[in-house]
Nanobody
Framework: EVQLVESGGGLVQPGGSLRLSCVASGFTFSGNAMHWVRQAPGKGLEWVSGINSDGGYPHYADSVKGRFTISRDDARNTLYLQLNSLKTEDTAKYYC????????RGQGTQVTVSS
């Protein structure tokens, strides 16, 4: 059974930083591209970032480019997302996912950016 468990969210002021983690199990993590998606209150799922199975080609939505960094540690079956220079519009529940649509995703971790 695929399991994706996110952590690291919280309440942060605008301009602050957070590091999200996602521990994966139930499939061959190292063989899969992985993604982060998010859902803001009252909105649909939005793709945020992805990374290839070999750790190459990190790519980002325009709204987060230059502020967020995706990475992975295959020895720990863990996906990361470093969030810097956070804005109020980054407030959302963040999910790691096996696909860019978020069809297979974890339970999510809440990120709230507010002063």
């Amino acid at each position: 059974e695929v399991q994706l468990v996110e952590s690291g969210g919280g309440l942060v002021q605008p301009g602050g930083s957070l590091r999200l983690s996602c521990v994966a199990s139930g499939f061959t993590f190292s063989g899969n591209a992985m993604h982060w998606v998010r859902q803001a209150p009252g909105k649909g799922l939005e793709w945020v970032s992805g990374i290839n199975s070999d750790g190459g080609y990190p790519h980002y939505a325009d709204s987060v480019k230059g502020r967020f960094t995706i990475s992975r540690d295959d020895a720990r079956n863990t996906l990361y997302l470093q969030l810097n220079s956070l804005k109020t519009e980054d407030t959302a529940k963040y999910y790691c996912a096996k696909d860019s649509t978020g069809r297979v995703r974890g339970q999510g971790t809440q990120v709230t950016v507010s002063s």
